[in-house]
């Protein structure tokens, strides 16, 4: 969280920043994001939104969850029928909905990729140890023979090679 909200102080040179921020977390996330905030000598209000704790757990039950908003100064429950609870709650829910999209979109590419290896020949252990060794299946797709060759053996190196053509 720190990385992602310095990146984004960072980007106010760029782009003009925002009037608010609305953190998803309790206290220790709005106070991090201050401390950021009041080190770069921006001024932005900035609130958070956390589930209500019940049994040291959060309370996540469709329609009955108790959402609490923090600011600086204090920390406050509002009905869930009030709009002003209700608009934050639906900014949350479509950033999550945007990561886990993100997420899996990722993911079902990877799975692709390795899908389409393992269908000639190329073992999940095989591609694991390629993606050890060269990171990406973008950076496999660019390599040479030779290269390939020297993880695993000449005739699996050709097989890759005649994939990514």
């Known amino acids: 969280m720190r990385e992602t909200l ?14 608010l921020w609305i953190i998803d977390g309790g206290t ?3 106070k991090l994001a201050r401390d950021i905030l009041d080190s770069s000598a921006v001024y932005i209000d900035v609130i958070a939104i956390s589930k209500e704790k019940i049994d ?28 002003r609870l209700q608009w934050a709650q639906n900014l949350r829910d479509e950033a999550h909905r945007s990561a886990i999209t993100f997420h899996k979109k990722t993911k079902l590419k990877l799975d692709k990729e390795s899908k389409l290896l393992n269908l000639n020949g190329i073992s999940p252990a095989k591609v694991k140890k ?15 023979l030779e290269d390939i060759s020297t993880i695993l053996n000449i005739k699996d190196a050709k097989t890759i090679k005649s994939i990514y053509k």
């Open 28 to 30: 220790t996330l709005l």
């Open 130 to 144: 390629l993606l050890n060794h060269f990171g990406t299946f973008d950076a496999l797709k660019l390599l040479s």
């Open 56 to 83: 040291a757990k959060s309370h996540r039950a469709k329609g009955k969850a108790n959402d609490i908003l923090h600011a600086v100064d204090e920390s406050f429950k509002l009905k869930s029928s009030d709009k």
């Open 6 to 19: 310095t990146r984004r102080v960072e980007s106010f040179s760029k782009n003009s920043p925002p009037d």
